[in-house]
């Protein structure tokens, strides 16, 4: 078990930074109320705590803000820890473009497509311009984004899955790193299933915490939740989709992700107690954060050496130090 003591620069940072209300939650996947503790902290030095359920492996942060302080950090505090939250334009469309090939066979004509969180609507644009007759539609809780998609002359709605109730039946429905962000992700998919004709498809991306992702970058505020192949496919299952498609994916821009296809299936009864030993073992979780942690450390120790180097001797010093360190240790 990771050791629960935080270093004192997390403890300065957390000071400075108002106290959170904090919630204590049950697993979203299974119910189970029995955790273990992996992580004491996060990213941003908020003393944020991952837990991995005992029964079914699933991760997350226990205790957590409240979603009342969820709803006030992405309205004030989101853009000042993710100043770059939306890709450039230009990468945008890259992974829209990407998107197209990937999901290409299940694009049909006069496709009703609805996606969750859109961003500045870079999909949902390559869609309506590639697919014949498709009518596209977002949903999407920035109103700066929602601006960026109408100068596009695109279908979307500021706001959050629950004011869709006119919305008209789909289908196909893409969440493109969305579920991570979901305080309940197992009621979000319920949702998402009653807006899909059956056999329709969910078309779903979100970081892989089996990845090969280093540091801290995954672990903080903004995802409350984290997904490996396993504990992703079940959550899908509860919500009553057949998973069609999955892939681990480390290429350039979609680094330690999980990209899954799922079909809506007729309603069915989904047994928690199923999950038990099948799925991420607790240790085996135990085991991957213990050396994130220390790689971490290892790469804040770099850090703190080189900002020293650089007050100390200066930027042309600093560089010839590192590059004889370089040459005598190989």
């Known amino acids: 078990m990771i050791s629960e003591n935080i270093n004192p620069i997390v403890m300065a940072r957390r000071a400075r930074h108002p106290r959170w209300q904090l919630e204590y939650v049950p697993c979203n996947l299974c119910g189970a109320d029995s955790a273990l503790p992996l992580f004491a902290t996060d990213s941003h030095g908020f003393g944020l705590r991952t837990v991995v359920c005992t029964l079914c492996g699933l991760i997350y942060f226990n205790p957590r803000p409240s979603g009342e ?5 992405y309205h004030n505090l989101y853009e000042k820890l993710f100043p770059s939250a939306w890709l450039p334009g230009t990468a ?27 961003g500045k609507g870079a999909f949902l644009q390559a869609v309506k311009n590639t ?33 869709l109730s006119g919305a ?23 949702n998402l299933w009653r807006r899909l004709v059956v056999g329709g498809h969910m078309l779903i991306e979100v970081p892989n915490i089996l990845g090969r992702w280093k540091g801290l970058g995954m672990i903080h505020i903004a995802h409350p939740y984290q997904y490996s192949s396993h504990t992703l496919s079940a959550l899908l299952r509860k919500a009553s989709f057949e998973v069609v498609e999955l892939v681990e994916m480390e290429e350039k821009g979609f680094e330690s992700s999980l990209r899954i296809v799922a079909r809506k299936t007729e309603s069915c009864a989904f047994e928690t107690r199923s999950l038990a030993n099948k799925l991420d073992a607790p240790e085996l979780m135990a085991k991957l954060f213990q050396e994130r942690l220390c790689r971490w450390r290892s790469e804040l120790t770099r850090f703190r050496l080189k900002r020293m180097a650089l007050r100390l001797l200066g930027p042309v010093l600093a560089r010839t130090l590192r590059a004889g360190l370089v040459k005598v240790l190989g």
């Not at 697919?131 to 979307?156: Q, T």
């Not at 429905?173 to 009621?187: Q, T």
């Open 131 to 163: 697919v014949a007759g498709a009518i596209v539609f977002g949903i999407e809780p920035s109103p700066d984004a929602v601006k960026a998609c109408h100068a596009r002359h695109l279908n979307v709605q500021h706001g959050y899955v629950d004011d």
């Open 92 to 118: 945008a469309d890259g992974a829209a473009k990407q998107r197209l090939q990937w999901y290409g066979d299940l694009l049909k004509p006069n496709l009703r497509l609805l996606e969750i969180g859109p």
């Open 168 to 190: 008209p039946t789909m289908d196909m429905i893409a969440a493109f790193h969305v579920l991570e962000h979901e305080l309940d992700p197992s009621a979000l998919l319920a």
């Open 69 to 73: 302080e969820y709803r006030r950090m």
